[in-house]
């Protein structure tokens, strides 16, 4: 087992900390808020006093923080990590950040003799909670590999993707993808809302075709049962869709799309509504089209016994698809 660094204890990072610990590993943490390092150390963490002293303590040391310039300050200002380096040191960062930043610091830290990968995740407050996490890295594949016992206390996929900096494109390919699902969720709902009809009747008539997504899979109840709360919140998916935005410029790559969506968060921002859900970008809908997502209407029906695979392929013509 290993002795590990978490820098950063919001709703992610203290889920993954948790499930560093189940696993057997040694923590060592450091968070701006006490309320949460201390809820650690009763789980039988060990706190440290800043990033440097976390990094001087540790075999590998994490970082999930909201922004990029807040990893740079606590990787590579004073008392950050970079003062704690030692031998054989690697510095891992759960953050979403600009990929242009992740290759920087990688530099910063080779020049010191430490292994750095870019590897945000993807999965949500639920991911981080069952260990269910996808792990898009960037960097070494040497760390990579020592890296991997502790990837499976964290989620159910881990890929390197390529370089320094390849975990952040793929983190911002992949939220081009959220920002996406979220948006078009939020539009068909009320579309069936405003034309009348139950939308969670529809989420059921639709999930299991080619509209399949876990956006579509996990949302709704909660939006139905009134709970707009994070989750990942809007804010973030704001600043994540920024970065995507951000490299689009880099590369000279036209996203007319993001752009939109991102104007969705905006208004939410403008609203206040910083700290509610991403999937709460329904209430701007909710807006445009002056109606209320309601309540399910009636209960959801019993799922249909399913027909046997034998008797589906006896079916004269029958295009089932292999389960």
């Known amino acids: 087992m290993a002795k590990v660094g978490y820098i950063g204890l919001g709703i992610m990072g203290g889920a993954i900390v948790r ?3 189940k696993a057997g590993h040694e923590l060592v943490v450091h968070n701006r808020s006490q309320a949460i390092v201390q809820e650690l150390v009763d789980a ?4 440290a006093p800043s990033p440097k002293a976390v990094a001087q303590l540790v075999e590998f040391v994490f970082t999930n923080l909201p922004d990029s310039p807040d990893v740079e300050k606590v990787v ?32 910063k830290l080779a020049e010191k003799g430490v292994m750095a990968l870019d590897a945000p995740v993807s999965g949500g407050d639920v991911g981080a909670k069952n260990g269910t996490l996808t792990i898009m890295v ?6 990579f590999d020592k890296a ?4 499976q206390a964290m989620g159910k996929a881990w890929v390197l993707v390529g370089d320094s900096g390849a975990g952040q494109i793929a983190k911002v390919c992949n939220q081009i993808i959220v920002g996406a ?45 009134g709970n707009r709360g994070p989750g990942f919140k809007a804010h973030m998916q704001h600043k994540d869709l920024g970065i995507c935005l951000d490299t689009g410029k880099t590369y000279g790559i036209p996203m007319p799309l993001t752009a939109v969506i991102q104007q969705l968060y905006t208004t939410m921002l403008q609203h206040g509504q910083h700290d509610l859900d991403n999937s709460a970008v329904v209430g701007v809908y909710e807006q445009l089209a002056n109606v209320k ?12 016994d399913p027909v046997e695979e034998a008797d589906i392929e006896s079916f004269p013509g029958s295009d089932a698809p292999a389960r």
């Open 76 to 107: 590579l200002g004073s008392d950050g990590i970079i003062e704690g380096v030692h031998e054989g040191l690697i510095y891992i960062d759960n953050s979403t950040i600009k990929p242009e930043t992740a290759r920087m610091i990688a530099q």
């Open 19 to 21: 499930n560093l610990l």
């Open 181 to 225: 699902q979220m948006a078009s969720m939020a539009e068909a709902l009320i579309v069936a809302e405003k034309a009348g009809v139950d939308p969670s009747r529809v989420v059921e008539a639709i999930k299991g075709g080619a509209a399949q997504m876990w956006t579509l899979d996990v949302k709704p109840p909660r939006l139905f049962a």
């Open 44 to 47: 039988g963490a060990q706190a």
């Open 293 to 304: 997502l309601s309540e399910p209407l009636r209960p959801a029906p019993e799922p249909i």
């Open 138 to 143: 960037g960097g070494p594949q040497a760390a």
């Open 148 to 151: 991997v016992p502790l990837f």
